[in-house]
């Protein structure tokens, strides 16, 4: 009897491997997630925020070590065919595009988001530190150091006496800064973001603005499908309650006289216990007011 109790079902076996095939054919059958990779300074939280209010479920983000373009992490990888990230939040210079954007070899798609403004980043002990912003004719004041991101729209910088010193990109360029070697010029949500408070200062430019630096989406043509362009959507301003992008949206109806809305009875003010110091407060203004009342009328006679 011992046995038989303790002897396997022959319908439970047989379940089993049913059982574990349902399970592996739902497991892959879930999609795997949306991810949107960024550059420094590139703040993706609101697209992260709308996405889930439109999908349901998280958008995966990657932030990429690069300040400008998408560097090699936002690539193929490995043997697979997926790449790191579906979509890129990058940035150009002032006028380019992401690489591999235009031409007749096209390999991505983008879509341009928004221009950033330029900054300028100083020693912390520099004369312009404690500049609320300086216009375009006071960098003259500044020695502006060159380097791989400085565009040639901008103010030139001065050149080195050996190219070889020249920092190799802006998080070297603001090394040489914090030695007080000079400034230099930067996207200013990127500098804000790489900059150290105890050793740099950054300055909004005023007046005529600079030509500003673009961030773009980029994502690879072979994978332009309908989940990376509802992500676009988002990316260009379609939120939860909208079904096309602000930029597409159909010019507003002529508008229709509303129904006056009943009179909302006027809201009472809060009871103020008696020598609160709100009430005291409460007092004192009245008092003032009164005394200007009295000022007021004695004036007309």
Do not use: C
């Not at 994502?219 to 930029?247: E, K, M, N």
Request: aromatic share 4%; proline share 10%; net charge positive.
């Amino acid at each position: 009897m011992t046995h038989e109790s303790g002897a396997e079902s022959p319908v439970d076996s047989s379940a089993a491997p049913a059982a574990s095939a349902v399970a592996g054919s739902e497991e892959t059958s879930v999609a795997p997630p949306m991810r949107l990779g960024f550059a420094r300074g590139i703040a993706p939280s609101k697209w992260e925020r709308r996405w889930l209010e439109a999908v349901g479920r998280p958008l995966e983000l990657h932030p990429i070590e690069v300040a400008f373009g998408r560097g090699p992490a936002a690539g193929r990888r490995g043997s697979g065919a997926r790449s790191e990230v579906d979509v890129m939040l990058e940035r150009a210079h002032p006028g380019e595009r992401p690489d591999g954007s235009s031409g007749d070899a096209k390999s991505r798609h983008a879509i341009r988001l928004y221009t950033e403004a330029i900054a300028l980043v100083v020693p912390i002990d520099h004369e312009l530190a404690e500049s609320d912003g300086v216009e375009i004719s006071d960098l003259a004041l500044v020695r502006l150091l060159d380097h791989p991101d400085h565009a040639p729209d901008w103010p030139a910088a001065a050149p080195w006496d050996d190219p070889s010193w020249r920092p190799a990109d802006a998080y070297a360029a603001l090394d040489l800064v914090a030695t007080g070697a000079g400034g230099i010029l930067l996207p200013r949500p990127l500098a804000r973001h790489l900059a150290r408070k105890r050793e740099h200062a950054v300055i909004p430019l005023l007046g005529e603005p600079l030509p500003g630096t673009t961030v773009w989406a980029s994502w690879a043509v072979d994978r332009d499908a309908p989940d990376v362009q509802q992500l676009a959507g988002i990316l260009r301003g379609r939120t939860a309650r909208s079904s096309r992008p602000a930029a597409e949206a159909p010019a507003a109806a002529p508008a229709q006289a509303k129904p006056a809305r009943a009179q909302q009875p006027a809201a009472k003010k809060p009871q103020l216990k008696p020598n609160s110091r709100g009430a005291q407060l409460a007092a004192a203004r009245e008092k003032a007011e009164r005394e200007k009342a009295a000022r007021r009328r004695a004036k007309r006679r």
